[in-house]
């Protein structure tokens, strides 16, 4: 199956955007492994928003491009959230006996950002049943 050249260039060009974003996050809010990692947690809430809102908005109001989802989904998205990260963060937390605030951070990350995709949905569909 040959891939559209254009659709990867989609997704690469939402994924700097999105990787810049974290890293720049990750570079002012650094945290040590007793503390809350704020640019990690704020990332992933927000990466999670933004893929509810531009999956319901793309798939319900506008009309489907072929490069929309993978720009705004795959690339920005992608690129943004971290879980690979918030899990690394996890485990410095357990490793310096930080166990209470390893269970909080997985719980207000997995919770935060399922609600945040929850919400970001229903703000879309709330809007389209309005106009």
Excluded: K
């Excluded at 720049?24 to 928003?49: H, K, M, Q, R």
């Excluded at 690339?75 to 166990?99: K, N, P, W």
């Amino acid at each position: 199956m040959a891939r559209d050249r254009r659709e990867l260039a989609a997704i690469f060009a939402g994924g700097a955007i999105g990787t810049g974003a974290r890293a720049f996050l990750g570079t002012v809010l650094a945290a040590g492994p007793d503390e809350w990692p704020w640019a990690t947690y704020a990332v992933n809430i927000a990466g999670s928003f933004l893929l509810g809102y531009f999956v319901t908005r793309l798939q319900e109001r506008l009309p489907l491009s072929s490069y929309r989802r993978p720009l705004l989904g795959t690339g920005l998205c992608g690129g943004l959230t971290t879980f690979s990260t918030m899990q690394v963060e996890i485990l410095r937390m357990i490793d310096h006996g930080a166990y209470g605030l390893a269970v909080a951070y997985t719980a207000a990350s997995v919770g935060g950002g399922l609600a945040s995709i929850y919400v970001a949905t229903a703000l879309v569909r709330r809007v389209r049943v309005r106009g």
